[in-house]
């Protein structure tokens, strides 16, 4: 009887620990994630910032902004004025805008439905040309935040591509791939960016791509990226070197899982928390990169807008006897803002995704 008593109260006892590991609800990895980064005001803060801009850059064209395009010579160097209204001309949408795709096309009709020809004033002045600087920046913000997004995709496809197969594959073949990294790493990225593009401008290579709709912008996007993968390469190498001996990869070898599969459905999902990382610091580094190139004239090509050429516009008309410091100032403001911001949500990224700062 004593054993009977015994193993009914050993039921009940596992029983009781069985509802209680029942009511225990776990929490992802993303669900904890997100729980730390709210904890983190600076990263909110950032990442409410990038939003936002990323909303208006969207959706500029239905904002009541003066036409990007818009010359009026008479408006030339105008002050930031909050008084004077603007307007656009709905006869000449195409000149004044540029070429639109059918998405911001039908945007600017139902913007000329809501506000008919009415428009901003000009918060941030005009430039040298009359053009509002307030409209160029919005316009220019979709230049700047797509060259950044679309570069940094291409380098995290190569760099994450690239890195997995070396790290998984190891021996003389990892040996080759990371030499010829250190080889591109000693190539001045500047010289490598005149290059491409220099040869890519080429007249009949031009002709020939823009007959697949591939226009000077659209080779700019990639060029970037496909120089900004090196980093990536090595820092995704050095983790499946430490992952591809553990367990569940050998378990999907043992069921006959190839190279191709092991890599990108077991090794690459178990980064994804280092690519989001990297992706929010490498933005950043590219919208500068680009800024810098536009900076110099070798970016983003008028009539197209970009902040990096805004800035280079503004630099150019600086003199001693007359400094037009709005022409500088709000195209600074914009792209230091966001590079904070991105920087800012990294780090807050990094912190959050990280399974050591758990209980901090």
Same mark, same amino acid.
């Given at each position: 009887m004593s054993a009977i008593s015994e193993s009914k109260s050993d039921l009940e006892r596992y029983d009781r620990i069985l509802a209680e590991a029942a009511a225990i609800k776990g929490v992802s990895l993303g669900k904890d994630a997100w729980r730390r980064l709210r904890k983190n005001p600076v990263a909110m803060v950032s990442l409410w910032i990038l939003v936002i801009v990323s909303l208006l850059a969207v959706f500029t064209p239905l904002l009541p902004l003066q036409a990007p395009r818009k010359v009026e010579t008479s408006r030339a160097f105008q002050l930031p004025t909050f008084t004077q209204g603007g307007s656009i001309?709905?006869?000449?949408?195409? %000149?004044?805008?540029?070429?639109?795709?059918?998405?911001?096309?039908?945007?600017?009709?139902?913007?000329?439905?809501?506000?008919?020809?009415?428009?901003?004033?000009?918060?941030?002045?005009?430039?040298? /040309?009359?053009?509002?600087?307030?409209?160029?920046?919005?316009?220019?913000?979709?230049?700047? /935040?797509?060259?950044?997004?679309?570069?940094?995709?291409?380098?995290?496809?190569?760099? &994450?591509?690239?890195?997995?197969?070396?790290?998984?594959?190891?021996?003389?073949?990892?040996?080759?791939?990371?030499? $010829? &990294?250190?080889?591109?790493?000693?190539?001045?990225?500047?010289?490598? &960016?005149?290059?491409?593009?220099?040869? $890519?401008?080429?007249?009949?290579? =031009?002709? %020939?791509l823009e007959s697949y709709g591939i226009d000077r912008i659209t080779i700019f996007f990639f060029v970037v990226g496909a120089i900004y993968w090196l980093t990536m390469a090595r820092v995704v190498r050095g983790q499946v070197i430490s992952l591809k001996n553990e367990q569940f990869v050998e378990a999907a070898r043992t069921i006959g899982g190839g190279t191709f599969r092991i890599v990108f459905r077991h090794l690459v999902p178990n980064l994804f928390s280092i690519v989001i990382v990297y992706l929010t610091l490498t933005i950043p580094r590219v919208m500068l990169f680009e800024a810098f190139?536009?900076?110099?004239? $070798?970016?983003?090509?008028?009539?197209?807008?970009?902040?990096?050429?805004?800035?280079?516009?503004?630099?150019? &008309?600086?003199?001693?006897? =007359?400094?037009?410091?709005? /022409?500088?100032?709000?195209?600074?403001? %914009?792209?230091?803002?966001?590079?904070?911001? /991105?920087?800012?949500?990294?780090?807050?990224?990094?912190?959050?995704?990280?399974?050591?700062? =758990?209980?901090?």
């Open positions: 001309d709905t006869d000449r949408i195409d %000149a004044h805008f540029g070429e639109q795709d059918p998405i911001d096309a039908a945007m600017i009709s139902v913007r000329v439905a809501i506000f008919d020809t009415w428009a901003i004033p000009s918060l941030f002045g005009t430039d040298e /040309l009359g053009r509002d600087q307030l409209s160029r920046l919005f316009w220019g913000a979709r230049v700047s /935040l797509v060259v950044g997004l679309v570069a940094t995709l291409v380098s995290l496809v190569i760099g &994450v591509s690239y890195g997995a197969i070396s790290g998984y594959l190891g021996g003389s073949i990892d040996n080759l791939m990371m030499r $010829l &990294v250190d080889v591109l790493y000693s190539i001045p990225f500047i010289f490598v &960016v005149i290059f491409l593009i220099t040869i $890519l401008s080429q007249k009949d290579i =031009k002709e %020939a190139l536009s900076f110099l004239g $070798l970016g983003v090509q008028p009539p197209d807008v970009s902040w990096g050429l805004l800035a280079n516009t503004g630099f150019k &008309v600086i003199t001693p006897i =007359k400094i037009y410091w709005w /022409l500088i100032v709000f195209p600074g403001i %914009a792209l230091g803002m966001t590079l904070f911001a /991105l920087n800012f949500l990294g780090d807050g990224l990094r912190d959050a995704l990280d399974p050591r700062m =758990k209980n901090r």
